[in-house]
């Protein structure tokens, strides 16, 4: 296994494929991680976004709870503190976070599990700045997922129709300094992500790791021009494991940097409610039998997952 995890240019798709392709896949098959550089998306883009982000987290208490929604899971609006726990943690995580998701018509044969957005009044630019940043990621995970499944030899567009309208989440997310000596010092704890692939904005802060084969820790901290990509629950099981879903956590810097706030803004691209998640058979051979014979929808996995992570 390389000690690095790799960071790739996603223009050499236009220009190089068949290498991009592979490299893309061997990137995934070791380490369920990546970063994509070369992405489009403007740096004034996600400047904006933080800014738009940031204001709303600085808002009282008071303030930020009437977006909170009860009973909706944090599907949409804002999730104080102490909510989110990863599996198996004895913590929740030392996050607050907000939730946007996909807009859709009314009548949609989605809309009772695709509830609308909702929006802070009290800053000016947020809607407009956060659904710019999701519709940009959501355009550059579909190029992700082209050269996935090119590498798994499947036609280029086999995810196109069924992410189309995909349950896809942008998720800002705000951690305060930790200054009490009696607090965990990890503050996102070691976890899977549930969805397809996770494309995350502002990576260039310290703190993300991600668990080697081997066990290790190992960071990753991105340079600003570059958005991490990593691999997914729903696609680790659609591909029986070729790509791993690899366990990464949110700990503190050492020294000051840990008396500092974090700011960071995850991108979890699901495919439409109704997809049912079963093993490609291209992934299946005798060395390697189908680990998951039961097919799912991934509504009903996403559920199963939100559960577990006690969200509802």
């Not at 590498?151 to 305060?176: M, Q």
């Not at 990593?230 to 050492?254: A, C, E, K």
Request: hydrophobic share 40%; net charge negative; aromatic share 10%.
């Amino acid at each position: 296994m390389s000690a690095r995890i790799p960071t790739l240019d996603i223009r050499r798709y236009d220009s190089d494929r068949d290498a991009f392709v592979a490299d893309l896949g061997a990137a995934y098959r070791e380490w369920g991680f990546a970063g994509i550089r070369g992405h489009g998306i403007a740096q004034d883009r996600i400047a904006g976004a933080y800014d738009a982000f940031q204001r709303f987290f600085a808002l009282p208490a008071d303030v930020k709870m009437r977006y909170h929604l009860q009973g909706s899971g944090g599907a949409r609006g804002y999730t104080p503190f102490g909510v989110e726990t990863a599996k198996d943690s004895k913590y929740p995580d030392l996050k607050e976070f907000w939730h946007v998701g996909r807009e859709i018509p009314r009548d949609s044969t989605y809309a009772d599990v695709m509830p609308p957005n909702v929006w802070p009044v009290e800053v000016a630019g947020f809607r407009e700045c956060g659904y710019g940043l999701y519709e940009a990621l959501d355009a550059l995970g579909s190029r992700v997922l082209e050269g996935l499944a090119l590498h798994l030899g499947l036609p280029r567009t086999y995810f196109a129709d069924k992410t189309d309208a995909g349950n896809s989440i942008l998720r800002p997310i705000h951690y305060p300094p930790i200054t009490a000596p009696d607090i965990p010092n990890v503050r996102a704890g070691a976890h899977e992500d549930i969805n397809l692939i996770t494309l995350l904005v502002g990576a260039s802060a310290q703190g993300l790791e991600v668990r080697s084969h081997a066990g290790e820790w190992v960071p990753f901290t991105a340079d600003a021009d570059t958005i991490v990509v990593n691999i997914g629950d729903m696609l680790q099981r659609l591909t029986n494991h070729v790509y791993p879903s690899t366990t990464h956590r949110v700990v503190n810097p050492p020294g000051n940097s840990a008396r500092q706030p974090r700011y960071s803004v995850p991108f979890f691209l699901h495919p439409n409610p109704d997809f049912v998640i079963d093993v490609l058979p291209s992934c299946i051979d005798a060395a390697h039998p189908s680990r998951y014979p039961q097919p799912i929808s991934s509504h009903d996995y996403l559920l199963e997952r939100l559960r577990e992570i006690k969200l509802i």
